[in-house]
Nanobody
Framework: VQLQASGGGLVQAGGSLRLSCAAS????????MGWFRQTPGKEREFVAS????????NYADPVKGRFTISRDNAESTGYLQMSDLKPEDTAVYYC????????????WGQGTLVTVSS
């Protein structure tokens, strides 16, 4: 499966953005999806994940209550709705997919930059 992330941009603190992750090659419904982010000099960190059927969603503590992960299997697209953005949310955001129920993600998109100004 190939993943294409989009939707990043510049936003003021307190604002919102929605990231999209379009999948091609295979049906997105076959994969668990996740979002990660990375800033220069830091390791990539987990943001959120969602199971194939969207029944279970997990979030990193810093984004709980502000970010929502979702998916549209019919459109083979995943989403990350980000609200009440903070300058510390500034990062390159990556979407990822895995055919496994648990564990690491095997497929990665190219990343989309989110910049939150104070």
């Amino acid at each position: 499966v190939q993943l294409q992330a989009s939707g990043g941009g510049l936003v003021q603190a307190g604002g919102s953005l929605r990231l999209s992750c379009a999948a091609s090659g295979r049906k997105l419904s076959s994969y668990r999806m996740g979002w990660f982010r990375q800033t220069p000099g830091k390791e990539r960190e987990f943001v959120a994940s969602i199971t194939r059927s969207a029944h279970i969603r997990n979030y990193a503590d810093p984004v709980k209550g502000r970010f929502t992960i979702s998916r549209d299997n019919a459109e083979s697209t995943g989403y990350l709705q980000m609200s009440d953005l903070k300058p510390e949310d500034t990062a390159v955001y990556y979407c990822a997919a895995s055919a496994r129920t648990l564990g690491t993600f095997d497929y990665w998109g190219q990343g989309t930059l989110v910049t939150v100004s104070s």
